[in-house]
């Protein structure tokens, strides 16, 4: 079974611009999270969909946002792009039937904003 | 809140030594709590959770790790340290269960001397 993978893998942007990241899931998995992970704040939850709806948010701006297909497949939008947006942003699948499920992590699409 | 610390952002130890990773939590209602390890240029693997059951979980690699309620504790210990091992390790919390929202520890990262 193939595991999570995330597009671009890299990615350089200007202050101001927008940007898009893509996640595929795990097949049957119907969880999506994504994190945002830099040297100083750590591994911070962003937001977890499920069933095409947000489920969860974390404390961030408004410039955040995601969405997710009837494939499970996600993305997250970040607008107006601030220098401190830098960082590994990273999306795990779960499959979610009721207990706990393990998250499985994709390799993080690294965004420099220059 | 919940919350999680980590003691000690880096830890090192010889090849062949026992590892200790220090975690400690906060929370008012038993949490479900993991470890994740992350390679260079890597997401995130699952080392091991504790959900509900027996308090001394075993993990993938080797590792264990001890929840103690009382001391709000979930160290991650190793009794032989292997080159391989080397990596930066994160705790984890989550007390809501089916929720995918993790809230990580700053990482511990561990160089093992030859």
């Known amino acids: 079974k193939a595991g999570v993978t995330q597009t671009p893998r890299y990615l350089i942007k200007t202050r101001g611009q927008q940007v898009t990241l893509s996640c595929s899931p795990i097949s049957g998995h119907r969880s999506v999270s994504w994190y945002q992970q830099t040297p100083g704040q750590g591994l911070q939850f962003l937001f977890e969909y499920f069933s095409e709806t947000q489920r969860n948010k974390g404390n961030f701006p408004g410039r955040f946002s995601g969405r997710q297909f009837s494939n499970s497949r996600s993305e997250m939008n970040v607008s107006t792009l601030e220098l401190g947006d830098s960082a590994l942003y990273l999306c795990a699948s779960s499959f979610t039937g009721g207990t706990y499920n393990e998250q499985f992590f994709g390799p993080g699409t690294r965004l420099t904003v220059l | 809140a919940q919350s999680v610390t980590q003691l000690g952002s880096h830890v090192s130890v010889s090849e062949g030594a026992l590892v200790l990773l220090r975690c400690n939590y906060s929370s008012s209602v038993p949490p479900y709590l993991f470890w994740y390890v992350q390679y260079p240029n890597q997401g995130l693997q699952l080392l091991l959770k504790?959900?509900?059951?027996?308090?001394l979980v075993k993990g993938i690699n080797g590792f264990e790790a001890e929840f103690k309620k009382s001391e709000t504790s979930f160290h991650l210990t190793k009794p032989s340290a292997h080159m391989s091992d080397a990596a930066e390790y994160f705790c984890?919390?989550?007390?809501?269960?089916?929720?995918?929202?993790?809230?990580f520890g700053q990482g511990t990262r561990l160089t093992i001397n030859p």
């Open positions: 504790y959900t509900t059951g027996a308090t």
């Open positions: 984890a919390v989550s007390l809501i269960q089916g929720a995918q929202k993790l809230v």
